[in-house]
């Protein structure tokens, strides 16, 4: 950790593979590179991801996500956690273990933030379980200080078509209210475009406090496993970090962006968090965000 930086301790709860990056494994070592410790607590132990058609693995229940949590807890450790993390929730019992993990952790620091990846689908279609897009909704959110959704999940737990930009603004005030009423209701549009966006380009928004800020950067014909996972994490450090959701916005969006290029370049088919990870630490593009 650089000399002078302040301490930050993420609890992250989320899948985990050991062949490729998604989940934990694509958001642990972008935060440990960026100085953060990382108490990772993995859902499930998979050998890849899912999109490969097979996988080995095995699922673990709620009962022993609780029973890491009590292990971190005993060790006085949730005082000073600064940042709960979850993403892909698998089912609703551990969706709600991973609810009581950040009252707990809230309980013992009050100014800890929450952040939720709320992982329901995409490009038109939901993946996950029954019961979880409601967990998420009416559970998970009113906890939040942080959101990550893509556009089909804004879309999804709004009710409102993301088409034009003022309809995207509505889509996230909306968002906000089923937010923490007395948390940042910090929000990160992970991708977007509409009509108003130029062709070859990709619009990233961040909305925090009434204000709202676009970060646009090229359109790159990729979409891997994992980005939206990794992108949720340094967001959710940058914000901490630097207390500007705008500034969280460009920090994260630059170092995506990197990242994607560089696996695009190497034609890989998983994210290149290893061979790309001054991308987090100085990216080789910064893009500004601007207001809308």
């Not at 709320?118 to 279609?125: E, F, H, M, Q, S």
């Amino acid at each position: 950790m650089p000399c002078g930086q302040a301490e930050t301790n993420i609890l992250s709860i989320q899948s985990w593979v050991a062949y490729g990056h998604v989940g934990n494994a694509a958001a642990m070592f972008p935060l440990q590179r960026l100085g953060a410790e990382v108490w990772a607590i993995h859902t499930v132990q998979f050998s890849n991801h899912l999109g490969y058609g097979d996988f080995t693995g095995q699922v673990f229940g709620a009962d022993a996500v609780r029973a890491l949590v009590d292990g971190v807890a005993a060790r006085g450790a949730l005082a000073r956690c600064q940042g709960v993390l979850s993403g892909y929730m698998g089912e609703a019992a551990v969706g709600e273990a991973i609810l009581e993990a950040v009252r707990r952790t809230r309980a013992a620091n009050p100014a800890a933030l929450y952040c939720c990846d709320p992982v329901i689908g995409d490009a038109g279609a939901v993946y996950v379980r029954d019961g979880i897009p409601a967990l998420i909704r009416d559970h998970a959110l009113p906890l939040a200080d942080v959101a990550t959704p893509n556009r089909f999940e804004l879309e999804y737990l709004t009710g409102i078509e993301c088409d034009t930009h003022e309809a995207t603004r509505r889509a996230v005030a909306a968002l906000q209210t089923l937010m923490r009423p007395d948390g940042l209701r910090a929000v990160l549009l992970t991708s977007l475009e509409t009509a108003e966006t130029p062709n070859g380009s990709l619009d990233l928004i961040a909305a925090e406090g009434g204000a709202m800020h676009r970060l646009r950067t090229p359109k790159l014909v990729f979409q891997p496993n994992g980005a939206g996972d990794a992108i949720a994490a340094l967001f959710l450090f940058h914000r901490l970090a630097s207390g500007s959701a705008r500034t969280a916005l460009e920090r994260a969006g630059s170092s995506i962006h990197g990242l994607l290029a560089r696996t695009l370049a190497a034609g890989s088919r998983e994210l290149l968090l290893v061979q790309a990870q001054d991308e987090f630490v100085a990216p080789g593009h910064v893009f500004a965000a601007e207001a809308c």
